[in-house]
């Protein structure tokens, strides 16, 4: 079955403490990202990967890091999460044709929450 | 700059019909993308649109019109299960969401 995975589903943790956030799809994707959503915000890119070893800053990238050492694997890694990091985050995936992006798969999402 | 816009929130009836806009600014454009996403759900893909006009979907269709910067979401014979937020999105290397639009469907 064609799927992103992202896991945890939920994490409750505290200021500071490192956190890994990890993606993986199986269909092959050449593109990868990430999103927060926040209530009256949207969803708002972090990250984005057009391919292994190439990522990209989207709009709220602070306080984030990926990487993409694999096709399939695509790890949001907060170092020293805030408060502010609170939130719903949704990977998601697509291929990519002449024309550009093909429509996003999304994850189920991980909620986050940073005492 | 980029910018998308969409109302926040819409209500309409059981069987009727609803049009949903969406206006965007860009400096570059690939197309753009509708997603519904029911409350505590991922996304899931609707409907796109790269050329200018009507794209139909059964009950869904897209309309498109890149000089104007404005698309639409149409779904016709609504159903209760349509109660979710609708978004549009700029489809480019960085991809921008709109804000999402509530839909509140009435018996």
């Known amino acids: 079955e064609a799927q992103v995975t992202q896991n945890p589903r939920y994490l409750i943790t505290v200021t500071g403490k490192k956190l890994t956030v990890t993606c993986s799809q199986n269909m092959n994707h050449e593109y990868m990202s990430w999103y927060r959503q926040d209530p009256g915000l949207g969803l708002r890119q972090i990250y984005y990967?057009?391919?292994?070893?190439?990522?990209d800053k989207g709009d709220v990238p602070e306080g984030y890091k990926v990487s993409r050492k694999e096709k399939r694997n695509f790890p949001l890694i907060l170092e020293s999460p805030s408060p502010n990091q609170t939130s719903l985050y949704f990977c998601?995936?697509?291929?990519?044709?002449?024309?550009?992006?093909?429509?996003?798969?999304f994850g189920d999402g991980t909620r986050l929450s940073i005492l | 700059g980029q910018n998308i816009d969409q109302p926040t929130e819409m209500t309409a009836t059981e069987g009727a019909i609803v049009q949903i806009n969406c206006t965007y600014q860009t400096s570059g454009f690939n197309g753009l993308f509708w997603y519904q996403q029911h409350a505590g759900e991922a996304p899931t893909f609707l409907s796109y649109?790269?050329?200018?006009g009507l794209e139909e979907k059964g009950r869904f269709s897209s309309f498109l019109s890149r000089s104007k910067g404005y698309s639409y979401l149409l779904l016709k014979e609504l159903q209760m299960k349509d109660s979710a937020s609708y978004l549009c999105a700029h489809r480019d290397d960085k991809i921008i969401f709109g804000k999402g639009t509530r839909l509140h469907i009435l018996p």
């Open positions: 998601a995936s697509s291929s990519r044709t002449g024309m550009g992006n093909q429509p996003q798969h």
């Open positions: 649109n790269v050329l200018d």
């Open positions: 990967s057009m391919n292994v070893e190439v990522t």
